[in-house]
Structure formats: structure tokens, C-alpha cells
């Protein structure tokens, strides 16, 4: 069974919270037969994404995984050139498969806390 929490808790964890560092976690990618590390994206690369969302939700994807890579480095300027890429985010969908795309973005996003496991406590007040 789970507790209440308490204002004393949330003080007491106050420098920890505050203090949070992104995750890093690596990913296997089949397609590469390698591993990638992906950071916890910040709330305003997440917001700039939902906003480029609004538009292609391919896009939106393609920037969070643009701005979430740690490793190897998709803003690498040597690297978007070696693959002819026109813009920036093009890297993305020249180096991952459509649905590698769309898996990656689900991880990331699972990293900053959405579809984090979020339920009920206790019993239901019937009337």
C-alpha cells in the first residue's frame, strides 16, 4: 500500500528534486546492430516538438530524437554533410528506419515521464 505525501517529505527531498540530471540510456537499434544513448529531453525541447507536431507528427518525433541523441552526435556537421542531408533534422530519417523513428521517440519520451505508471490510490467512493 502506498503513503500520502507529506509537505515534510517534499521538503526534505527539495535539493534532491531540484537537482535531477537527465537519464542517459542506450538503445539497440537493429537496423544499425548497434546502440545508440539517448538524454531525458528537456520541457522545452518536448514543447518545441509538440509544436512541430502540430504540423507532421513524424517531425515531431524527428526533432525530439534530434535534440535527444547524446551518442552518436546527429548534429555533427560532418556527419549531415557525408549524407547529403539539406537541413539539420534530415539525419534523423537518413540513418533510422520509419518505425525505428517512431520507437525511439516513445523511449525518449518514456525517459521525461509520459506513460510513466500513474493510478488510483485506494478505493472508490460509490454513491
Known amino acids: 500500500m502506498s503513503k500520502k505525501l507529506t509537505i515534510k517529505e517534499l521538503l526534505a527531498q527539495k535539493e534532491q528534486l531540484k537537482n535531477k540530471k537527465a537519464k542517459v540510456v542506450d538503445l539497440y537499434i537493429e537496423s544499425l546492430d548497434a546502440e545508440i544513448a539517448v538524454v531525458t529531453p528537456s520541457t522545452s525541447i518536448i514543447l518545441e516538438a509538440q509544436a512541430e507536431g502540430e504540423r507532421d507528427a513524424v517531425r515531431a518525433d ?27 533534422l534530415d539525419i534523423v530519417e537518413k540513418i533510422f528506419l520509419p518505425g525505428e523513428i517512431s520507437s525511439i521517440a516513445s523511449e525518449i519520451m518514456k525517459l521525461a515521464g509520459y506513460g510513466s505508471v500513474v493510478s488510483r490510490a485506494g478505493k472508490e467512493v460509490k454513491n
Request: charged share 25%; proline share 7%.
Open 62 to 88: 524527428t526533432y525530439l530524437i534530434f535534440n535527444s541523441v547524446k551518442e552518436p552526435n546527429l548534429k555533427d556537421v560532418e556527419l549531415q554533410k557525408a549524407y547529403g542531408c539539406v537541413e539539420p
